[in-house]
């Protein structure tokens, strides 16, 4: 019989990528990010005028941090531990929003902080990336961690018998982003992996909630 897996995503989840994000770009671009909100473009400004930045020139800069950027990242409080207790009951899989020409980036950052995992790339809605994954694996149940709640709408949709878990591991944002437990699309809302950690085992594990995604 095949093992339950866990597709979870990266940044602010296993890794702090917004606090990185916004110290570099105080350091180096000129450009200061207010993280007390919802609104990413909006909270992004010249220092030199207090101006907004640009949507296209935000995507510049994005694709800047994680070309030459991305050992700033650091592990979220837990999460190596808790994805190795994981891996002893289930595979682990990581589904992140970056273009395919960074997995190989992506895999090897992650592996640097101690976790040896596969990573799917994505752009867009993560629902139908996330089956594909299913049907690759063919679990006998799954879980899926997102801390956007549109990703887990989307799963919703596409793989409604999919377990979500909304973990958003920045405190400074986690307060400000639309919730998917509220919104409906989401099983559970925990932002601290010591206290998720016992939610996705009893997911991934336990009888009743052996769910034949694969069917």
Request: overall charge negative.
């Amino acid at each position: 019989m095949s093992r339950p897996l866990l597709i979870t995503d990266c940044d602010e989840v296993l890794l702090y990528m917004v606090q990185h994000f916004a110290d570099w770009l105080g350091e180096e671009e000129g450009v200061t990010f207010d993280l007390g909100g919802n609104d990413f473009v909006r909270a992004m400004r010249y220092a030199r005028d207090g101006s907004p930045v640009p949507e296209d020139e935000i995507w510049r800069l994005l694709n800047l941090f994680f070309d030459g950027q991305m050992h700033r990242q650091t592990p979220v409080e837990g999460a190596v531990a808790a994805i190795a207790s994981i891996r002893e009951h289930a595979d682990v899989v990581v589904l992140t929003n970056l273009m395919d020409f960074r997995r190989d980036a992506r895999r090897a950052q992650l592996l640097g902080h101690g976790m040896d995992l596969p990573v799917y790339t994505n752009q867009g809605p993560k629902g139908p990336a996330l089956k594909a994954i299913l049907d690759e694996y063919q679990p006998s149940r799954a879980v899926f961690i997102d801390d956007l709640s549109q990703h887990h709408g989307s799963v919703f949709e596409v793989t409604p018998h999919v377990r979500r878990l909304h973990l958003c591991a920045e405190g400074r944002i986690a307060p400000h982003i639309t919730c998917a437990h509220i919104a409906g699309h989401a099983h559970a809302r925990i932002d601290d992996w010591d206290s998720a950690l016992p939610w996705l085992l009893d997911s991934l594990t336990s009888e009743e909630k052996d769910l034949q995604v694969h069917e």
